[in-house]
């Protein structure tokens, strides 16, 4: 036996990934980490007593090099005697509809159909490829968009009961070994190479970078980390749960299911939930945070942080009694020593008293990429472009709009209200400012700031478009790439 089936059976007996009698599928693309995850599986099959199949997954965004994995795989997995599903799915017809990011819009149609694959196949498992490198380049991810501590954790060997990582310890270098060491074919995914998307340039550039400059075991660092965040984890969830069941009580109707893999949620009847001041306070900040978090994502609701931080605030004694408006029509609201959990309009757009006195405010909005968005109510749009020949210069008088420096962020981004407590370093300001005395400053009467948009990244701010950016996104001398943005009249 090959020592890279020898530990995966270890992994496997230990971490009890797989028992005997279950049936798994095996999410393979095609690409070196899932092909050996699939060959590797097929020869512990018979010691574990498991029966498995392959999935493989069209998402129709590079169909010449689709139909040749596809080939690839279903050859493979004949000839490992193991049953074959393939499928296909829309991303882009889901990313134009829903305005997700592509990479997003994915990662939902590959889990959805592989969840449905499951259930059709009867399987307990559904098995991923992701490996030490992987796990690596997800915690750097997202540590620079900005997450907790159960963020920093990273992917787990086994979540939810039912998604298995029996690679997540190894480097690919293992599984590239073992595929040379058994003559595996593999297809190299195309996209993997170009730096469009964060994943891709943390993989290609800032890791390697870290690895050369500062610590050539950078991804193993960074992989114990995670292993000794996630033990901690464990302990502070059952902190969580004990304090959830001590202060949170269940009003009415049913909780919303979380599908933990895609973040889609069932529907489900009105529901609320009610949590006790009293009892919440008495609780440290950290798990706090958690039991808010725990509440939204139960009323099927997904928090950033400033939201989390918004909730905290609310709940505190010295807060006066409030409401404060969440996603898909989700309202928070403090009454005496509790605060309420609910949809009191049901689920949708943003509905109920609005700050301005024409009844109108900018819809939280989802900008996945450079285009054209149109607030009809408002008579405005907001428009996105990539900047690819001449760039102004620092000191150009710019022409109308905005120019950031696209290599400091990406998308993703939201277009918003202002809210209590944003700030931002207006350009050509000394220092950060809140954005409501800027909004003062610019003579920006009271009831008309519900309507000034905010465009950020996670809780990044960088721009008011048609008024200033942030500081921190300006061009300079060395901008190689811009982004131009209008917030203007629509026609």
């Not at 480097?171 to 190299?188: A, E, G, N, V």
């Not at 990406?410 to 918003?416: A, C, E, G, M, Y």
């Not at 300006?474 to 026609?491: D, L, Q």
Request: net charge neutral; glycine share 6%.
């Amino acid at each position: 036996m090959h020592p890279l089936e020898k530990k995966s059976l270890k992994i496997v007996e230990q971490e009890h990934l797989l028992q005997a009698g279950e049936k798994a599928v095996i999410g393979v693309s095609g690409g070196p980490d899932s092909m050996a995850l699939m060959h590797v599986l097929a020869c512990l099959a018979p010691i574990i007593d498991i029966k498995l199949a392959a999935v493989y997954v069209n998402h129709g965004l590079r169909p010449g090099e689709a139909e040749k994995e596809k080939n690839l795989v279903t050859t493979e997995a004949n000839r490992l005697g193991i049953d074959f599903f393939p499928g296909a799915v829309d991303v882009k017809g889901l990313a134009a509809k829903q305005k997700f990011s592509i990479e997003h819009a994915a990662r939902l149609l590959r889990y959805d159909f592989l969840e449905k694959t499951a259930h059709a196949f009867g399987a307990q498992k559904i098995a991923l490829a992701h490996t030490a490198d992987d796990q690596a380049e997800e915690i750097l991810l997202r540590l620079v968009r900005g997450t907790a501590r159960k963020g920093l954790s990273g992917m787990k060997t086994l979540r939810a009961g039912r998604f298995i990582r029996p690679f997540l310890r190894f480097p690919k270098s293992h599984l590239i070994d073992y595929l040379h060491k058994h003559s595996i074919p593999f297809q190299l995914d195309s996209s993997n190479t170009q730096n469009l998307y964060l994943r891709n340039r943390i993989r290609n550039d800032l890791l390697p970078y870290l690895a050369e400059r500062y610590n050539p075991d950078i991804r193993q660092t960074l992989t114990r980390t995670a292993t000794i965040l996630q033990d901690e984890e464990e302990l502070l969830e059952a902190l969580t749960e004990t304090a959830f069941a001590q202060t949170v009580t269940i009003n009415q109707g049913t909780l919303a299911q979380v599908h933990e893999s895609t973040t889609r949620y069932a529907e489900s009847s009105a529901q609320a939930l009610q949590l006790s001041l009293d009892l919440f306070t008495m609780h440290p900040h950290a798990i706090q945070r958690r039991l808010l978090e725990k509440c939204c994502w139960l009323m099927a609701c997904e928090p950033r942080s400033r939201q989390i931080e918004q909730l905290l605030h609310l709940a505190m004694p010295d807060s006066s009694a409030g409401s404060l408006h969440l996603s898909d029509g989700l309202r928070v609201t403090k009454i005496k020593e509790h605060l309420n959990f609910a949809y009191p309009a049901g689920r949708g757009p943003f509905r109920g008293n609005l700050p301005t006195e024409t009844g109108l405010e900018i819809l939280e909005t989802r900008i996945p990429a450079p285009g054209s968005y149109e607030f009809p109510a408002l008579n405005k749009r907001l428009v996105v472009e990539d900047i690819e020949g001449s760039i102004p210069g620092p000191g150009d008088i710019f022409p109308e709009g905005e120019y950031l420096d696209s290599a400091l962020f990406s998308f993703p981004l939201t277009l918003r209200r202002p809210e209590p407590g944003d700030r931002f370093h207006p350009l050509g300001a000394p220092g950060s400012k809140k954005v409501f005395d800027f909004l003062s400053d610019q003579k920006i009467d009271r009831h008309e700031r519900g309507l000034v948009p905010v465009l950020c990244i996670d809780d990044s701010i960088l721009a008011l478009p048609g008024l200033r950016i942030d500081n921190r996104f300006r061009i300079t001398e060395n901008t190689s790439r811009a982004v131009k943005v209008r917030w203007e009249e629509m026609e």
